[in-house]
């Protein structure tokens, strides 16, 4: 029963849909106010509720493992712990594309609900445009992937969970990605409903701008928690692998971290309309796209999931129509909007626009290699790109803009002269010389590495200047949003640069009692010992562990088998300091009675996962910020409208 | 300008077709060991059940070609290739199973309930030889020559499609 509510819920929400679609094209016929466009707005909200509603059955159906439905059966298992069996419910396509559908819909509730500034017909556009693309994704759950499927004959046991999924990182890494993701699908609409009605105005973009921020927080988020997790639980020592998957979740980022910033010259100079609402309609594109290549199966990946050329052929016909249907409207319509004010090259909106050609230009380097196979596959030679073209290729474009990144903030809007910051651009230079220097004296490292810690200091340094001269107390929260994201990318880049540059690895094969050394800890293998989990049983070998004359420390790194499916994990342990962390992974034994043992030595490692951190934490104070003005700006208006009719009364 | 407007959907459009033509073409998306093709690593299995003696790797130099079938009692899909591997055996294939990670009391109630088609059947405790010949899971059957050399990997169940395919694999091996 709780499964059919679950679907009617589905089915009564796709319908809404088709009423929010159909009443908002009514409301831009002719401009005539209809009576069907009175009805968005409601419509959309009470869509909101009952896909929220149609989750939580999904939910419910799996915290009680009910194995008459196919997708518990399927992806669940009586023996999980709770939290699994939930997010079970999204580790599955079926799952996800409803929880990708659930977001949306609560997303475009929530601006039927609250959003005031936008002209109304451009708030029809918008809300009609959000209802059309829902329809795509309730077509889709509804006609092939249904998640309520019941099967003829209840399973007596589930199949379980892929292990590597039974992790509390990535029982939340998928939805905060999802919220990110199916956060611009707001902004799309918005470009969309501008597009429609020609309306892109300082207004447009404000009203666009937290949706921009929200998505941007939680793919800011998502890509830390997934990267975490990767490199803790795959045992990747890296902190990216240029994977198709992984560079799917990075091209809606860079495509969002562009959009921010030219949403903020269009709110507040009225510049770069035309970009702008492109890169509106490109960061949703680019969250789709990375929805087919993981789920089409067109690309090989290590951790594609889903995998089915006849979604993969449904996603695609989404993809021809919601970004095909965009670009077009986007070709015929944008030579009708006008490019907005004018700006100096040395201005605040000439640092942003270098910010926004550099980062496009490492969206379009990422897109490339990724999409590279699948181009090559067409004429039958198969390669994969990996490292040796994303980290150069991309450092191309992204030194120039972390360059740009570090002085711009320190330039005024419209016009200014680079005489007037010739101190701080001293200060940075100099900073940044200086590091390459030491670093070059210091050790030997490879180019990437050293410019990478040369400019992780001096950006450090200067995104702290605009705070100089000014009372802390009144520079806005927004600003301090900016800084600490700023912050934010040295601090990663410092640890992604460290990790390049002084990390050590250690691969020995130990007999029980055995000692070795990696960096500054020596390591002894004291025992291997079987351990029992519920759903696992695993090899774990104790090791202790001594940094330099500290004190000893015992760790425990398994091999873990699970058997619902089999599959066979490595729960690798890490031991953190605050000058990095030692990386301990347990391997199989060899024939004369040793085991391997794989250590890393990361100094500063821990620093890429603190310093995205910061980067979404300066989102969200970015968005307190927006919001807490917002807030005070309609209160001021509506203080002055009552004091005005006050007088006209009187 | 106007042209520049349409750029970005005839790149769309370029991939969109790129796309559909990718996903037309049939694909092999199952991992395949990097040893097919070669001779088999040297193992010795103790029996994993008291009515079948264990494997040598040296076994499989003598002779006809044989399937190493790779399985668990634990093993959910494994019941569903039994009858499948029952039907080769009565089409006279010698088949060699690998129990991973398994007792040998559970080995003989999954031999009882779903029958015994093998020959040999070796216990591998620790996945050492199912990772030493490159397998990622259960089960999973590999056709071996007569002279060692592994010719061919079946990834997951046998399903009643794959049987004859199998039988030209052996073919192929034998010769």
Known sequence: MIAEIGLAALWLAAALAVLQLVGGALALRGGTESELAALTRPAAVLQGGLVALSFAMLLWVFAITDLSVKLVAMNSHSAKPLIFKLSGAWGNHEGSMLLWVTVMALAGALIAGIERRLPERTMQATLAAQGFVALGFYAFLLLSSNPFERLPQPAAEGLGLNPLLQDIGLAFHPPTLYIGYVGLSVAFSFAVGALITREVTPAFARAMRPWILGAWVFLTLGLVAGSYWAYYELGWGGYWFWDPVENAALMPWLAATALLHSAGVLASRDALRVWTIMLGVVAFSMSMLGTFLVRSGVLTSVHAFAVDPERGSFILLLLALYIGGALLLFALRAGAISEGERFSVASREGALVVNNVMLSAILAVVLLGTLYPLLTEAFDVRVSVGPPYFNPVGAIFAFPMLAVMAVGPLLRWRRDSWGRISKELALVAALLLAGIVLFAVLGEMALLPLLGLAFAIALAVASLLPLKGRRLKRVPIATWGMITAHLGIAVMLFGMASEGAFSQERLAALEEGGTTSVGPWAVRLEAVEPVAGPNWTALAGRLTVRHRDGEPQTIAPQSRNFWAPPQQTTESVLVTRWNGQLYAVMGGSSTDGRWQVRLWWKPFVTLIWYGGLLIALGGVLALVGRIRSDLKHRYISRRITERREERENA | ?175
């Open chain 2, 1 to 175: 300008m106007s042209w520049r407007l349409w750029l970005p959907f005839l790149l769309f459009f370029g991939f969109a077709g790129l796309a559909a033509y990718q996903l037309s073409q049939p694909k092999d998306d199952t991992v395949k060991s990097t040893m097919v093709g070669k001779e088999l690593p040297y193992f010795t299995l103790p029996p994993a059940s008291l009515e079948r003696p264990g494997v040598d790797s040296r076994y499989f130099y003598e002779g006809e070609p044989k399937l190493l079938n790779i399985w668990a009692s634990w093993c959910l899909p494994c019941i569903a290739e039994a009858s499948q591997l029952e039907q080769l055996k009565e089409e006279g294939v010698e088949i060699v199973g690998v129990a991973i990670r398994d007792e040998p009391t559970d080995v003989m109630r999954f031999l009882t309930e779903h029958g015994n088609p093998y020959s040999r059947i070796g216990r591998d405790d620790l996945s050492e030889v199912q990772l030493a010949i490159g397998s990622s899971g259960v089960p999973e059957t590999f056709v071996i020559d007569g002279k060692g050399v592994i010719t061919y990997q079946h990834v997951g169940d046998i399903r009643p499609e794959h049987v004859p395919m199998l039988l030209e694999e052996l073919r192929k091996a034998g010769r």
